[in-house]
């Protein structure tokens, strides 16, 4: 038996999120590059303009699922569809997000389908036939390896742990239309509306520039000046848990192992001392820069570049700089 890969591509607000690049690079990874078997499911009424895109990332072919019903994300109508795709094409492995969406439905899409679940996974890889997932434990002090022959295997990727990849940047779409038949009587709950977070700046799972603050930052308004650097080069602001905890900024901005798991291109940790559980949130970020007062502080050993100083001093230069740079 050889294995036919079904990946879920989000879209949220008419926007392909970047955990589609993500998740079908994991698994053309998994198929040894081989594309043939990876195929996509985009759902809502225009979501086939994302079709070349999840092409160039490695979907031969991409299912379009061109119905009202998945226009904002409904957790019913969404298994609906994608248990249809399933079953009338026998795919063996059905990958998603780690998202609050896939979190959401692929339990139940796996129940459905008598599946074997591997959520919060961070890589996976055939053994023969069997798939072996890594997922961290203990706050990603060790991981351990889930195995699985089932049928079906459905696997939630944890965002932003592995790069999206283009593997053929001149890939054209191989578009089925599918249609759906939803059965109404099973749709007993509705998603009424959705409500973005007040701020106007790029979400930290998706930002290409991430300014933290720790504990040092030492009240709410102090914040500001981080936010200020931040909206120089249109980045987001991240906080540590001691922060959240300490009601300097919302749960919301938290970065690590309870919090958000980010990537940017860059990252500056300012007055965070680098725990284990902050680092296994923002460890992948391409660039890490830290400003501690403390030279011996853990996330120096972490960091790309180290800024020995008061992030009071640091923080201002540095948005000084951004500026110049922006003029
Ligand atoms: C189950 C569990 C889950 C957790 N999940 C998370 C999580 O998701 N995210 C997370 O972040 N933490 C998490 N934590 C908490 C984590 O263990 C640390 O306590 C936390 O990350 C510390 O935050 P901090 O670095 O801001 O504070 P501290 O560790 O207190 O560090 C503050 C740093 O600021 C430096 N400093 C002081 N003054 C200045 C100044 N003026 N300028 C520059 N630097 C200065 C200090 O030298 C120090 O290094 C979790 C803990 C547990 C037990």
Known sequence: MSHKVLVYAEVRNGKLKSTSGETLAEARKMMGGKTENIHAVLLGEGCEQHAKTLATFGASKIYVVDAPETNTYQGEPTIQAIDQIIKKNGYTVV??????????????????????????????????????????MYLGKCSKQAVSNAPTTFITLRPNVRPSEVADANAQPSVEKFSCSFDASKITAKVVEVRKGSSERPDLTEASIIVSGGRAIANKDNFKILFECADVVHGSVGASRAAVDSGYAPYDMQVGQTGKTVNPNLYVACGISGSIQHLSGMRTSKCIVAINTDADAPIFQKADYGIVADLFQAVPILTREFKKMTE
């Open 95 to 136: 990958i998603g997000p780690g998202s609050p969406t896939g979190r959401d439905f692929f339990p139940r899409l796996a129940i459905r389908n008598n599946g074997a679940m591997l959520t919060d996974v961070v890589g996976f890889q055939l053994e023969g036939e069997t798939i072996v997932a890594d997922i961290p």
